[in-house]
T-cell receptor
Framework: GDSVTQMEGPVTLSEEAFLTINCTYT??????LFWYVQYPGEGLQLLLK?????DKGSNKGFEATYRKETTSFHLEKGSVQVSDSAVYFC????????FGTGTRLLVSP | DVKVTQSSRYLVKRTGEKVFLECVQD?????MFWYRQDPGLGLRLIYF???????EKGDIPEGYSVSREKKERFSLILESASTNQTSMYLC??????????????FGEGSRLTVL
């Protein structure tokens, strides 16, 4: 079945540092790809998505590009803020989403 | 504002009790899902439903059942709670047609502790 591998956290950065959270997946065919974010004490919410190869999803300064050749969807942000501290989930999916284990990001001032 | 509401944020139950977790969405969504979230395991799908009175097993359905009598409501039932069902339970919904074209909307979660 479909599966996804995310880099383990926590990822600890200083404010304004560059962020990369790696995500690779295995799937039959070409799923849509999603990044969800969970802020402390809240439910998950969609951060960005890409539905076909070479698409770039972006939102709130975060970006991720659908790489069919490497089956990857790495999340990046050029300059993180303290308010970006959260848990980030990568999720490829066909009829149902398969979530990664989540990567906790901690940003210090 | 679109909303998925889970009836209880925190529950404490005893082993062997029957537990009901309720989820209501106000977006007229066809698709509804129950996940559990555990440290180091991420989110795992328990059951989902594409329509009223319809249900399908997810990846970890053992020990759980669901009910969808109305479009807006999706209930998760633990017939006889066990300590290994202590977890955070997340309900989600999505719009009609292909799930891939839309996003999942999540509730805030229900943290269940089974003693």
């Amino acid at each position: 079945g479909d599966s996804v591998t995310q880099m383990e956290g926590p990822v600890t950065l200083s404010e304004e540092a560059f962020l990369t959270i790696n995500c690779t997946y295995t799937a039959t065919g070409y799923p849509s790809l999603f990044w969800y974010v969970q802020y402390p004490g809240e439910g998950l919410q969609l951060l960005l998505k890409a539905t076909k190869a070479d698409d770039k999803g972006s939102n709130k300064g975060f970006e991720a590009t659908y790489r069919k050749e490497t089956t990857s969807f790495h999340l990046e942000k050029g300059s993180v803020q303290v308010s970006d501290s959260a848990v980030y989930f990568c999720a490829p999916g066909f009829q149902k989403l398969v979530f990664g284990t989540g990567t906790r990001l901690l940003v210090s001032p | 504002d679109v909303k998925v509401t889970q009836s209880s944020r925190y529950l404490v139950k005893r082993t062997g009790e029957k537990v009901f977790l309720e989820c209501v969405q106000d977006m007229d969504h066809e698709n509804m899902f129950w996940y559990r979230q555990d440290p180091g395991l991420g989110l795992r799908l328990i059951y989902f439903s594409y329509d009223v009175k319809m249900k399908e097993k997810g990846d970890i359905p053992e020990g759980y059942s669901v009910s969808r009598e109305k479009k807006e409501r999706f209930s998760l039932i633990l017939e006889s709670a066990s300590t290994n069902q202590t977890s955070m339970y997340l309900c989600a919904s999505s719009g009609s047609g292909n799930i891939l074209t839309g996003e999942l909307f999540f509730g805030e979660g229900s943290r269940l502790t089974v003693l």
